[in-house]
């Protein structure tokens, strides 16, 4: 199995930028759909973004699009969330996913889950 492990999370002010990262270990992420789902307090967790085995398909919610981008490092066995222009409401509890194929916003199609890393966003 694939396991998951997330980092990058802390306090930032509106505005600001941080890098969540993603290692896997287990088995090589070369092949493996891969994405980001947060979850505020109170609230169910949510879709965020998806990239495929290969670079050149993605997939963002609305919401993070243009400030928010994923990419992924094979060689490494990582994925990245890089985040731009953090608002409030991207405070969240933030989770790494891991398919065997592309599994785009559907949770129930991500068979690996990280612990989660906390992201909060001051105004």
């Given at each position: 199995q694939v396991q998951l492990v997330e980092s990058g999370g802390g306090l930032v002010q509106a505005g600001g930028s941080l890098r969540l990262s993603c290692a896997a270990s287990g088995r090589t992420l070369s092949r493996t759909s891969m994405g980001w789902f947060r979850q505020a307090p109170g609230k169910e967790r949510e879709f965020v973004a998806a990239i495929g085995w290969?670079?050149?398909?993605?997939?963002?919610?609305?919401?993070?699009?243009?400030?928010?981008?994923?990419?992924r490092d094979?060689?490494?066995?990582?994925?990245?969330?890089?985040?731009?222009?953090?608002?409030?409401e991207d405070t969240a509890v933030y989770y790494c996913a891991a398919a065997v194929a592309y599994a785009g916003s559907d949770p129930r199609k991500y068979a690996y889950w990280g612990q989660g890393t906390q992201v909060t966003v001051s105004s």
């Open positions: 290969s670079v050149s398909l993605t997939y963002y919610v609305d919401s993070v699009k243009g400030r928010f981008t994923i990419s094979n060689a490494k066995n990582t994925v990245l969330l890089q985040m731009n222009s953090l608002k409030p």
